[in-house]
């Protein structure tokens, strides 16, 4: 399925490089984004935390240290934005109290990403997650003891629903998966101040008649709505389209878009089973913000980290790695 595939890919990659832009992941090998002046956003339009020491604020202090003010003010436009923070899956009690203890000493939300679903992306390029149901459930109670009372928005499980719609998911792990999500949201929304958005797709991939049943089965009715577009590139616009004609079937659930980098829409050329891979001419797209263009649209975020490579496709590095050139081109093209 368009985009499908290649959105997991990416997301996989980023997850293992989650707990390294933590800003105290112990990686020593890392230098620090302190030099390069991060703040938080205005509270009022935006009340995600920014991480001050992820890997766009460690690329401006390394291009101010160079000399470079060009460069850097570009890779600014991305540090000084909140991003997703994937959770890995050794250690998700305390990688969530460490994120939404250094947002709530900001006195700002926490996002963060559950990326770890068993059986997860079929097998293909970001095949993993917990090793069983049990594993599964042990990791979102650590989640949530780590998250507490604490702010957080949770974007849960890109793809999971959507694989077992688009038959990448074999149908015997279908009941199991459809238990396990359910389980989460009703675990995660059992705490104070988090909210829960379950991954539904993205404008490109299918239509909503063929996943708001699945969404329902999956739990959706017990969480604050679903997310679309994650990792993808496809347009405000259309995701706006795409998430009010789910909406509609889904109990008139609010959604999140993930506009990280979707200033351009998506890649039309070159082989269609590489457009999702590194597309070039891409940019970034709406900065995160609760003021969209629509009251059923919760807020725009970039659950996505612009300038981490989708593969190594098109000369890029790895997947999830950090590549300077193309998070230069992300921000150059995108508007001011």
Not at 107 to 132: E, F, K, M, W
Not at 234 to 239: I, L, V
Not at 259 to 266: I, K
């Amino acid at each position: 399925m368009y985009g499908t595939r290649g959105a997991a890919a990416v997301l996989g990659a980023a997850l293992l490089l989650a707990g390294c832009s933590s800003g105290g992941g112990g990686d020593d090998t890392k230098g620090d984004g302190a030099g390069a002046g991060i703040t938080q956003q205005p509270k009022a339009a935006d009340p995600f935390w920014v991480n001050p020491d992820g890997n766009a604020a460690e690329q401006v202090a390394a291009y101010l240290k160079d000399g470079k003010k060009s460069e850097a003010e570009q890779i600014r436009k991305i540090a000084a934005q909140p991003t997703g923070e994937w959770i890995g899956p050794e250690n998700p009690e305390q990688e969530a109290r460490g994120f939404t203890e250094a947002a709530a000493k900001a006195d700002r939300t926490a996002l963060l990403v559950l990326y770890n679903i068993p059986h997860r992306d079929c097998g293909q390029y970001s095949q993993g997650g917990a090793a069983d149901g049990d594993a599964y459930r042990a990791w979102i109670d650590g989640v949530a003891k780590g998250i507490g009372d604490r702010a957080a928005t949770v974007i849960l499980e890109p793809d999971a629903v959507l694989h077992l719609v688009d038959g990448c998911t074999p149908d015997e792990f279908h009941e199991e998966r459809y238990d396990l999500l359910k389980g989460a949201i009703g675990t995660l929304k059992a705490l104070k101040n988090t909210k829960v958005y379950l991954d539904a797709g993205n404008a490109g991939w299918g239509h909503p008649d063929q996943i708001f049943e699945p969404l329902k089965w999956a739990g959706i009715d017990g969480a604050d709505g679903f997310s679309v577009n994650v990792s993808n590139f496809y347009s405000t616009k259309d995701s706006i389209a795409y998430g009010k004609q789910l909406s509609a079937k889904v109990g008139n659930k609010h959604f999140v878009i993930d506009t990280s980098r979707n200033g351009n829409g998506p890649y039309t050329d070159g082989d269609p089973n590489e457009r999702w891979c590194n597309p070039p001419g891409r940019a970034l797209g709406e900065t995160p913000t609760t003021k969209t263009a629509d009251p059923l649209v919760d807020a725009y975020l970039w659950v996505k980290r612009p300038g981490e490579s989708d593969g190594e496709c098109k000369g890029g590095p790895k997947a999830g790695e950090w590549w300077p050139d193309y998070a230069l081109k992300l921000a150059k093209a995108s508007r001011p």
